[in-house]
């Protein structure tokens, strides 16, 4: 398994904190920033982050910010991205098991970094389910495509 992470200015807490939790799970991940502390636009890491989950790159992708919800509109305007802001570990769970979601987004001045962690985990070991969700996935996908 590959993922991608990053994070604007309001998240870089934790990004930090789920890295370590990357590395605890032993999965392979590259952090992407940002690496600062002065205000940063949070499309310049979430686009590119989502564009390489779409290539196969990587398997997913974790996005934080302050609330969630700027890095989830950025990613989900990627072709091939199918990103949840998520709050909470029973939609991290429905995400991937109904959506197949294959980028997270969370917000730092949302949830603390415990939960973060218990979301992250639930996210990264869910499998998608397909069956009666796969017609509605494969109409995003046909959507998409027009």
Known sequence: MRVIIASDHGGINLRNEITSLLEEMSINYEDIGCSCEGSVDYPDYGIPAAERVADGEFDYGILVCGTGIGMTISANKVKGVRCALVHDVFSAKATRQHNDANVIA????????????EIISTFLNEEYEGG???NRVNKIKAYEEQ
């Open 132 to 134: 009666r969700h796969a």
């Open 106 to 117: 969370l917000g730092e001045r949302v949830i603390g970094p415990g939960l973060a962690r």
